[in-house]
């Protein structure tokens, strides 16, 4: 069974910082054949993408609304997938959600399987 597990979201002040993290299991191939991505959904919005990152780490995609405050990075030794978040502002307020994907990274929400997610607010 896979699992996804998302964990370190909280309240954090505009122009804070916050570190998400997501580890999985029960994959069928190895971590690294996946590309992962992390999508939020804030209330009452659609689910959107914000960043996606190629199996080996090489290549990356950002939302434009957080491309150069948020960093994708990915450790295969450890089947994690991370976001760090700086410059957080209210309007990234939304439960983040990990994701993955057995093909390329893309920024739809074409992706195989998913955390449960994990809470994000970033107060004014």
């Known amino acids: 069974q896979v699992q996804l597990v998302e964990s370190g979201g909280g309240l954090v002040q505009a122009g804070g910082s916050l570190r998400l993290s997501c580890v999985a299991s029960?994959?069928?191939?190895?971590?690294?054949?996946?590309?992962m991505g992390w999508f939020r959904q804030a209330p009452e919005k659609e689910r959107e993408f914000v960043a996606g990152i190629s199996g080996s780490g090489g290549s990356t995609l950002y939302a434009d609304s957080v491309k150069g405050r948020f960093t994708i990075s990915r450790d295969n030794t450890k089947n994690t997938v991370n976001l760090q978040m700086n410059s957080l502002k209210p309007e990234d307020t939304a439960v983040y959600y990990c994701?993955?994907?057995?093909?390329?990274?893309?920024?739809?929400?074409?992706?195989?399987?998913w955390g449960q997610g994990i809470q994000v607010t970033g107060s004014s």
């Open positions: 994701a993955a994907r057995r093909l390329g990274v893309v920024p739809t929400r074409n992706y195989d399987y």
């Open positions: 029960g994959l069928t191939f190895s971590f690294s054949r996946y590309s």
